[in-house]
């Protein structure tokens, strides 16, 4: 059986800086593309990020100058570094990995960003 767990969301004001985490865990004999997505309220997800298991990366275009996606294969961690952090980013984080050749969500993470 395979987990994802998400870790680093929380409160933060308008200018800080947050970094999310998820670690995949069981047994796990693929780990490829691995990407966050978020969800506001009475909106459609959308996705932030995604980083390849070669470390190629993809971003939202209004986030690519705040926010960075990495990986640590040896650890099967992706991770989420936000900065700059606006009340718009307010949302939940979701982490979709692909783990032996599926896609697998993470239960989500609350981000909240007051101004």
């Known amino acids: 059986q395979v987990q994802l767990v998400e870790s680093g969301g929380g409160l933060v004001q308008a200018g800080g800086s947050l970094r999310l985490s998820c670690t995949a865990s069981?047994?796990?004999?693929?780990?490829?593309?691995m990407a966050w997505y978020r969800q506001a309220p009475e909106k459609q997800r959308e996705l932030v990020a995604l980083?390849?298991?070669?470390?190629?990366?993809n971003y939202a275009d209004s986030l690519k100058s705040r926010f960075t996606i990495s990986r640590d294969n040896a650890k099967k961690t992706v991770h989420l570094q936000m900065n700059s952090l606006k009340p718009e980013d307010t949302a939940v984080y979701y982490c979709?990995?692909?783990?032996?050749?599926?896609?697998?969500w993470g239960q989500g993470t609350q981000v909240t960003v007051s101004s």
């Open positions: 980083i390849t298991r070669d470390g190629m990366t």
């Open positions: 069981g047994s796990i004999l693929s780990l490829s593309s």
């Open positions: 979709k990995v692909n783990v032996n050749w599926r896609d697998r």
